[in-house]
């Protein structure tokens, strides 16, 4: 790497430009960022419907349905993570450029939660009427969501990095991932319905932050190891 | 020893069932565990044999 | 002086070749210390410990759970220890005994459950509670199964041992995480029910066919992952001619 490379750009300049190229990329498939809202909202429709659309009932399970319908749109949405770059060749270009690998999936780790995780949690609210949340639950259910959905695409991206190269990836992207997010799941709701019953959520709070901080060291490296070996393979 | 007799061992004292499924079914999965790989040679093994006598048949 | 010792025995460990002639001494007494604890420590459990107090004669079934419990979680990490190695020092022989480790890990695991279920059923009178360890075998089941799932997703066995050495090492992260969640979570939802096997104090004779049922468990395990390291070995060096000569001389 001579350093007439290096020098014109950089990292921070690199950070912001693939976060603004895909920011622009998602803007022109707006499909991206509806369609994940739209699974959500029908996955958390099927539970009364499945179930029973009793108030008294459905305010018992509002936390866990919408946790675990905001987990799985987020993980289906993961596909969308590398795939692209991967078809149109950009993603050897960051592979191969001078700057730390893990800044550059950052920003796009960031990307995929702006435009899922944010919107997803942003709905949640909504829907959280419908399914007869008890009131003091709303606030916990928002900052929950808030912190735990940066932790999924977070570690998701580990996940769609490592099976960005295979042909069929959707299956097999849940099974690796879906275990992972078992801890985020059981904080998230647990924090929830804690408030429902009057109780504190500062400890379950810390521990989703503590999560979050976790995976935001660790999950790019990861990554950003899984995205060199799928492009060797 | 602390079974009275042998009918008295295998009831378990009403738990038989459950303790000789258990014991069953891990003894079963351990002898899979270890034949899996004693297969799996044995196969390289005639693999092997068969590929030697090909290449003597077209020198 | 130490450590030089332990550099050429690293060294040497990372050539396929040593390391399947040095198993193949190793196996035999691997494979007699576990044949030997696992029936001494059957008989012993069956026959000659006191049954409990509580539980009865289904407490017997602990003497293959708990074992079963912790090569579950130790085969997880010598997974990840041994991907990690290949990883950092590209050492095929680690990546083989990475690969050779999930099968043999994951039967462990339904052991641990199956058991678990069993004995569940006169102990809480139903086949599966969402007791906080048989929660988090299930999750630990699943993990495996995403390990294997993706070491055979590959074309290349290169990447295939990478990316599930990387997927092994997240998980070997995430799993004392699940762990504790799990606990936590299992404590919110049923509160004192009491566990299979956190017992105050288990006497001597309780315990004694315990442990030689684990070290039976552990010897098992590297018997079988030897053999089938070995076997990776053969399948992968089949063009070399030591293999060559190696197996057409059997």
């Given amino acids: ?57 459905l305010s018992n399970i509002a936390a866990g349905v919408l946790w675990v319908c905001a987990l799985l749109a987020t993980l289906l949405s993961l596909d969308s993570l590398f795939q692209q770059d ?63 959905t940066p932790t999924l695409s977070l570690i998701g991206a580990i996940g769609a990095a490592l099976t960005v190269g295979l042909r069929k990836t959707g299956v097999l992207l849940t099974l690796l991932i879906l275990p992972l997010y078992i801890p985020i799941l059981i904080f998230g709701t647990g924090a929830v319905m804690a408030t429902s019953n009057g109780m504190a959520v500062g400890g379950h709070l810390a521990i989703l932050g503590a999560m979050f901080l976790i995976a935001l060291v660790m999950a790019p490296l990861a990554a950003g190891a899984a995205l060199k070996i799928s492009l060797n393979g | 020893m602390h079974f009275d007799s042998f009918a008295d061992f295998i009831s378990m004292g009403g738990h038989g069932l459950y303790v000789w499924m258990a014991y069953g079914l891990t003894t079963v999965l351990l002898v899979i565990n270890f034949v899996l790989p004693v297969m799996h040679k044995r196969q390289l093994v005639k693999e092997q044999a068969r590929k030697m006598r090909r290449e003597q048949q077209t020198p | 002086m130490m450590f030089e010792t332990f550099r050429t025995w690293f060294h040497r460990m990372g050539s396929p070749k040593w390391f399947y002639d040095i198993t193949g001494r190793w196996i035999p007494w691997f494979g007699g210390i576990a044949a030997l604890c696992l029936l001494v420590g059957t008989v012993w459990g ?28 130790s085969i997880f990490f ?46 809480w009178g139903a086949w599966w509670v969402w007791d906080a360890r048989l929660t ?41 995480i699940i762990k504790y969640s799990v606990e936590w979570w299992n404590t919110l939802h049923q509160p004192a029910t009491f566990t299979l096997t956190e017992k105050p104090a288990m006497p001597m004779e309780m315990w004694m066919p315990l442990l030689v049922m684990v070290i039976g468990f552990y010897c098992f395990f590297a018997t079988v992952l030897m053999m089938r390291t070995r076997n990776e070995i053969l399948e992968r060096e089949k063009r070399t001619q030591w293999v060559q000569g190696l197996l057409s001389s059997q």
């Fill in chain 3, 46 to 73: 069956l026959f000659f410990a006191p049954q409990d107090y509580q539980q009865g004669n289904s407490f017997r079934i602990i003497y293959i759970h708990v074992p079963a419990a912790i090569l579950a979680q």
């Fill in chain 1, 1 to 57: 790497m001579t350093d007439s490379s290096v020098g014109q750009i950089s990292t921070w300049r690199a950070f912001t430009g693939t976060l603004k190229r895909d920011l622009l990329l998602v803007f022109r498939r707006r499909s991206d960022i509806v369609n994940p809202l739209l699974f959500f909202s029908i996955a958390v429709t099927l539970f009364p419907l499945g179930i029973s659309p009793e108030p008294e009932f």
């Fill in chain 3, 78 to 123: 010598t997974m990840a220890i041994a991907g990690g190695i290949g990883l950092i020092w590209k050492m095929k022989v680690a990546d083989m005994v990475a690969k050779s480790c999930a099968p043999i890990g994951a039967t462990m695991t339904f052991i641990a459950l199956f058991t678990g279920a069993v004995w569940g059923k006169p102990t």
């Fill in chain 1, 86 to 148: 991967m078809a149109d060749g950009s993603l050897e270009q960051l592979v191969i450029s001078p700057h730390p690998l893990f800044i550059l999936v950052l920003s796009k780790v960031l990307v995929h939660w702006l435009v899922t995780g944010l919107p997803l949690t942003l709905l949640a609210p909504l829907l959280a009427v419908m399914m007869f949340l008890p009131d003091e639950g709303f606030g916990t259910l928002f900052i929950t969501l808030l912190l735990g």
């Fill in chain 3, 136 to 176: 988090s075998m299930l999750i630990l089941l699943f993990l495996y199964f995403g390990v294997i799932a993706l070491q055979s997703a590959f074309d290349s066995k290169q990447s295939a041992a990478r990316a599930s050495a990387i997927l092994s090492l997240v998980g070997v992260v995430n799993i004392p």
